[in-house]
Structures are given as C-alpha cells and as structure tokens.
C-alpha cells in the first residue's frame, strides 16, 4: 500500500493551496483518512480527519481556514487550505487506515509527507 501526496509548495500568508493524498495497492477496506503536520522541533499534530461516512474533525488552529474532504472512489483525500499563517509551515502528512488484501485488522499507513512554507 502507498500513500502519495502532492500539492504543497511556498505561498504568501493570507493564500491558497489544496493539498492531495492517493492511497493505492492491494486495499480491500478503507475507514478514516486524515492530515497531519510536523514543524521543527515539534511533534506531529493531527490537522484534520474525515471518516468514510464524511464525518469531519479539525484542530482548532485551522477550524474555519482548511476543509477536509474525500473522494472515496477514488481513495483519495484532500486538504483545501485558506487564510495561509506563517505558523502553518510545516510537513504535512496524509494517514489512512485500512485493511489490505493480505491482513483482516486494520492498519496505519503514512504518505512521504509535502512541505507547506507560508512566508510573512
């Protein structure tokens, strides 16, 4: 299984990016997907997370500024960013949870990771 994210990139604060994850291989069932960020010298930090059912969940540093959403054909999940803070630099991670072909429980897995750096 890989997850492949794409969409990150240098922007102005106050703008835009939209953030995308492709989960694909041998997936038989997906549940949650989500985003998470790290910063230098700081631990990863749950951004937002989207059940299969489309329920959402967001931090509250970004409530009202990133949407979360999914396409769940497609095993993919998105992260709309808006209202870009220099303090949103960071790597941004995809997580999704599912079960392979290969193993019944479900697991964890991890994209390489996009950097976001918003400049002042």
């Known amino acids: 299984v890989q997850l492949q994210a794409s969409g990150g990139g240098l922007v102005q604060a106050g703008g835009s990016l939209r953030l995308s994850c492709a989960a694909s291989?041998?997936?038989?069932?997906?549940?949650?997907m989500g985003w998470y960020r790290q910063s230098p010298g700081k631990e990863r930090e749950l951004v937002a997370t989207?059940?299969?059912?489309?329920?959402?969940n967001y931090a509250d540093f970004v409530k009202g500024r990133f949407t979360i959403s999914r396409d769940n054909a497609e095993n993919t999940v998105y992260l709309q960013m808006t209202s870009l803070k220099p303090e949103d630099t960071a790597v941004y991670y995809c997580?999704?949870?599912?079960?392979?072909?290969?193993?019944?429980?479900?697991?964890?897995?991890w994209g390489q990771g996009t950097q976001v750096t918003v400049s002042s």
């Open positions: 291989g041998n997936i038989f069932s997906m549940s949650g």
């Open positions: 997580n999704a949870r599912l079960q392979t072909t290969r193993q019944f429980k479900y697991s964890d897995y």
């Open positions: 989207a059940t299969l059912a489309g329920s959402t």
